[in-house]
């Protein structure tokens, strides 16, 4: 009976034995599938990029500019930020709504009578330059709409339906438009006379013009800016400045440039000496880097800060909404290949990144052009060999372990 009894505790033990040894098996796959996952590697292609060496500052902008009277329903007859001169009729005054909805008809009537006109004149030209002309308004249509650039829409809708008159004019798919502008032109008589008798508004003086919602939202002075020192200039921007006035028209800048008046701490105004021009820009109004003259750096030592003046000779409709603002101020750029900075390493003293050569890793060195805390620009004319090795679409390694030069990815 003993003998009975042990066979079944043998096999028990020789299953329990299995039983572990699976279980290490299995823990020593997953310990090598944490290794293999664990050594993962991320790349990111070495691109072109222009980076800035710049100071973010708040400031007030200040324009030449003269008030335009006038309130009540208005509508508007130029765009803001158009060039307007001496008796130009910038609005009309609506007595009631039906007059603007008016008003919009005859600009699409206008539009109208015009692109049909132009459609007529494709005499001459050869088939394949307007089916050319054709294919590219469509392209830039589809490229307004794909950019959400919806300001350029009209402009683009109008240049394909133009395009495509004129194929349909040259092919014989369409005769000519006589008729239909005939029709189009004595609605727009009839709606023009209507509105001819309403009160306008014009310019009186040559200019800039502004529409109220799209003139600064603040009341500056000119001459007080420019005569404030610097404790004063300060003073001003703490306190604020009135707000504009609502009972008006808009207004119309006089100038063809704009200031920039901000104060700064002393050691940002050393970044300026020696300095004559920059870039300015506003991040979410005015995105594009402007050329800017430095007029003005006053230093205050014993307040420890500097008043500095810039002068952009840029106006459109998105400066002079201009009030006060933070404004991005670049003194110096650089263009060359950009590098994520995580990829730095330094190996015998020298700076370098790890790229990726088919599969293998090759540490190349690099030289700094300029850096902030995230990239690294460096000199685009890399070359094998010299101290600055890594050229443009380098696959550079952001992200990995154990990483040697010469070793297998």
Same mark, same amino acid.
């Given at each position: 009976?003993?003998?009975?009894?042990?066979?079944?505790?043998?096999?028990?033990?020789?299953?329990?034995?299995?039983?572990?040894?699976?279980?290490?098996?299995?823990?020593?796959?997953?310990?090598?599938?944490?290794?293999?996952?664990?050594?993962?590697?991320?790349?990111?292609?070495?691109?072109?990029?222009?980076?800035?060496?710049?100071?973010?500052?708040?400031?007030?902008?200040?324009?030449?500019?003269?008030?335009?009277?006038?309130?009540?329903?208005?509508?508007?007859?130029?765009?803001?930020?158009?060039?307007?001169?001496?008796?130009?009729?910038?609005?009309?005054?609506?007595?009631?709504?039906?007059?603007?909805? !008016?008003? *919009?008809? @005859?600009?699409?009537?206008?539009?109208?009578? =015009?692109?049909?006109?132009?459609? $007529?004149?494709? +005499? #001459?030209?050869?088939?394949?330059?307007?089916?050319?002309?054709?294919?590219?308004?469509?392209?830039?249509?589809?490229?307004?709409?794909?950019?959400?650039?919806?300001?350029?829409?009209?402009?683009?809708?109008?240049?394909?339906?133009?395009?495509?008159?004129?194929?349909?004019?040259?092919?014989?798919?369409?005769?000519?438009?006589?008729?239909?502008?005939?029709?189009?032109?004595?609605?727009?008589?009839?709606?023009?006379?209507?509105?001819?008798?309403?009160?306008?508004?014009?310019?009186?003086?040559?200019?800039?013009?502004?529409?109220?919602?799209?003139?600064?939202?603040?009341?500056?002075?000119?001459?007080?800016?420019?005569?404030?020192?610097?404790?004063? !200039?300060? *003073?001003? @921007?703490?306190?604020?400045?009135?707000?504009? =006035?609502?009972?008006?028209?808009? $207004?119309?800048? +006089? #100038?063809?440039?704009?200031?920039?008046?901000?104060?700064?701490?002393?050691?940002?105004?050393?970044?300026?000496?020696?300095?004559?021009?920059?870039?300015?820009?506003?991040?979410?109004?005015?995105?594009?880097?402007?050329?800017?003259?430095?007029?003005?750096?006053?230093?205050?030592?014993?307040?420890?800060?500097?008043?500095?003046?810039?002068?952009?000779?840029?106006?459109?409709?998105?400066?002079?909404?201009?009030?006060?603002?933070?404004?991005?101020?670049?003194?110096?750029?650089?263009?060359?290949?950009?590098?994520?900075?995580?990829?730095?390493?330094?190996?015998?003293?020298?700076?370098?990144?790890?790229?990726?050569?088919?599969?293998?890793?090759?540490? !190349?060195?690099?030289?700094?052009?300029?850096?902030?805390?995230?990239?690294?620009?460096?000199?685009?004319?890399?070359?094998?060999?010299?101290?600055?090795?890594?050229?443009?679409?380098?696959?550079?390694?952001?992200?990995?372990?154990?990483?040697?030069?010469?070793?297998?990815?």
């Amino acid at each position: 009976m003993a003998r009975m009894n042990s066979r079944p505790t043998a096999a028990r033990v020789l299953r329990g034995a299995g039983i572990v040894l699976l279980a290490l098996v299995s823990l020593y796959v997953v310990i090598q599938f944490f290794v293999i996952f664990d050594q993962s590697y991320k790349t990111e292609t070495a691109i072109a990029y222009t980076m800035a060496d710049s100071v973010t500052l708040e400031g007030v902008a200040a324009f030449d500019a003269v008030t335009v009277v006038g309130e009540g329903n208005l509508g508007y007859l130029v765009q803001d930020g158009e060039r307007v001169t001496n008796g130009t009729v910038v609005a009309e005054c609506y007595t009631d709504d039906t007059q603007g909805l !008016l008003r *919009e008809r @005859l600009d699409r009537l206008g539009r109208s009578i =015009e692109l049909l006109s132009k459609s $007529q004149n494709s +005499t #001459g030209t050869d088939l394949s330059v307007l089916t050319n002309q054709t294919k590219q308004a469509l392209y830039n249509l589809l490229d307004k709409l794909d950019t959400a650039q919806y300001s350029g829409i009209t402009e683009a809708e109008d240049e394909f339906l133009l395009a495509q008159n004129r194929l349909q004019v040259s092919t014989g798919q369409t005769g000519d438009f006589a008729q239909t502008i005939g029709a189009l032109q004595a609605e727009y008589d009839e709606l023009s006379a209507q509105l001819g008798a309403l009160q306008t508004i014009t310019a009186t003086t040559n200019g800039y013009f502004s529409s109220t919602e799209a003139a600064p939202p603040i009341q500056t002075d000119p001459q007080a800016l420019s005569d404030a020192t610097p404790v004063q !200039l300060q *003073e001003m @921007l703490t306190d604020g400045f009135p707000a504009a =006035e609502t009972d008006r028209a808009g $207004q119309i800048a +006089t #100038g063809f440039s704009w200031k920039f008046y901000t104060v700064c701490d002393l050691e940002t105004a050393d970044r300026f000496d020696g300095v004559t021009s920059v870039k300015i820009s506003v991040p979410g109004k005015q995105n594009t880097p402007l050329s800017a003259t430095v007029l003005e750096v006053t230093r205050d030592e014993e307040a420890g800060v500097a008043k500095l003046v810039l002068e952009c000779q840029t106006i459109n409709a998105e400066i002079l909404s201009f009030g006060v603002e933070n404004a991005q101020i670049d003194l110096k750029t650089y263009e060359g290949i950009r590098i994520d900075k995580s990829a730095l390493h330094i190996v015998n003293g020298a700076r370098g990144v790890y790229v990726k050569y088919g599969n293998l890793q090759r540490f !190349l060195k690099i030289t700094t052009l300029y850096e902030d805390e995230n990239y690294i620009l460096i000199p685009a004319d890399g070359e094998i060999g010299t101290d600055n090795e890594v050229r443009l679409y380098d696959e550079i390694i952001v992200q990995g372990t154990n990483l040697q030069d010469g070793k297998l990815l």
